[in-house]
T-cell receptor, first 113, second 115 residues
Framework: AQSVTQLGSHVSVSEGALVLLRCNYS??????LFWYVQYPNQGLQLLLKYTSAATLVKGINGFEAEFKKSETSFHLTKPSAHMSDAAEYFCAVSEEGGNKLVFGAGTILRVKS | DGGITQSPKYLFRKEGQNVTLSCEQN?????MYWYRQDPGQGLRLIYY???????QKGDIAEGYSVSREKKESFPLTVTSAQKNPTAFYLC??????????????FGDGTRLSIL
């Protein structure tokens, strides 16, 4: 069964600092991987997705993620945090032949001024 | 503007009462999903439907029911059998069934509380 682990339920960074949110997955076949962002009392918005075309994926709002098969990781990064990046971030995985997403528990990002 | 509309945004339920959460999409998507979100647990799949008049149980279907009579609508009923219904409920859709590379699009959720 697929699973997703997000290390760190809360991450705090200073404005302008590097953002690194960690995601590891377990999958028996090459996966499709997604990062979503959720602002309070709202639904999820897609940040980016990995579908095997390129290992470094660029998304919206300056975020990017790198797929590393050897480490089964898909960490999300942004070079310089902005106050508006404060939100909860979810990593999710789906598999070929399936149409369900399995989500990690989420990481709440706090940005300090 | 195309999107997913969930209503109401806030809902209160009395003990022993069934309530129905609405989800409508005008994206012409085939597949629709219902998730439950609790703090620190991510999203858990309740039910999903890949085509009209067909749906499957997700990981936590007990105490819930759904219908898919129209492509654009996928209402969720929280029955009195659901002993801990207080949660944030999210509806989502994706363009095609059996298409795992396609992302899911989400509504803004319904927050259900017990009186």
């Amino acid at each position: 069964a697929q699973s997703v682990t997000q290390l760190g339920s809360h991450v705090s960074v200073s404005e302008g600092a590097l953002v690194l949110l960690r995601c590891n997955y377990s999958s028996s076949v090459p996966p499709y991987l997604f990062w979503y962002v959720q602002y309070p009392n709202q639904g999820l918005q897609l940040l980016l997705k990995y579908t095997s075309a390129a290992t470094l994926v660029k998304g919206i709002n300056g975020f990017e993620a790198e797929f590393k098969k050897s480490e089964t990781s898909f960490h999300l990064t942004k070079p310089s945090a902005h106050m508006s990046d404060a939100a909860e971030y979810f990593c999710a995985v789906s598999e070929e032949g399936g149409n369900k997403l399995v989500f990690g528990a989420g990481t709440i990002l706090r940005v300090k001024s | 503007d195309g999107g997913i509309t969930q209503s109401p945004k806030y809902l209160f339920r009395k003990e022993g009462q069934n309530v129905t959460l609405s989800c409508e999409q005008n994206l012409n998507h085939d597949a629709m999903y219902w998730y439950r979100q609790d703090p620190g647990q991510g999203l858990r799949l309740i039910y999903y439907s890949q085509i009209v008049n067909d749906f499957q149980k997700g990981d936590i279907a007990e105490g819930y029911s759904v219908s898919r009579e129209k492509k654009e609508s996928f209402p969720l009923t929280v029955t009195s059998a659901q002993k801990n219904p207080t949660a944030f409920y999210l509806c989502a859709s994706s363009i095609q069934r059996q298409s795992p590379s396609q992302p899911q699009h989400f509504g803004d959720g319904t927050r259900l509380s017990i009186l």
